[in-house]
């Protein structure tokens, strides 16, 4: 008798709480996303990135580390180019 009352207490927990998804979903379609958030994105993350590797190039200054920071400058770069004609773009 007491597997019933535990399940059914659950099962009732489980209505209480909404657990069978009687809420209804938010919808993402009600805020348009910031123009240009994508390429703003990105060139953060290669900025944050380009400042580990210089660091990490600072530590121990290997060859290894000079390529990859240089290859990452680049990549700071031309993600910068697209976030400013993005943003030439919406003006």
Not at 61 to 89: F, G, I, S
Request: with cysteine; aromatic share 4%; net charge positive.
């Amino acid at each position: 008798m007491s597997i019933i009352r535990t399940t059914a207490a659950g099962f009732v927990a489980t209505l209480a709480l909404g657990g069978l998804g009687a809420v209804a979903p938010a919808h993402a379609d009600d805020a348009a996303p910031e123009p240009c958030a994508q390429q703003q994105t990105q060139y953060d993350k290669a900025s944050a990135k380009l400042a580990k590797l210089t660091e990490k190039w600072q530590a121990n200054p290997t060859p290894e580390t000079k390529k990859a920071k240089k290859a990452q400058a680049q990549r700071v770069a031309k993600a910068q180019d697209r976030l400013e004609m993005c943003q030439a773009a919406q003006a």
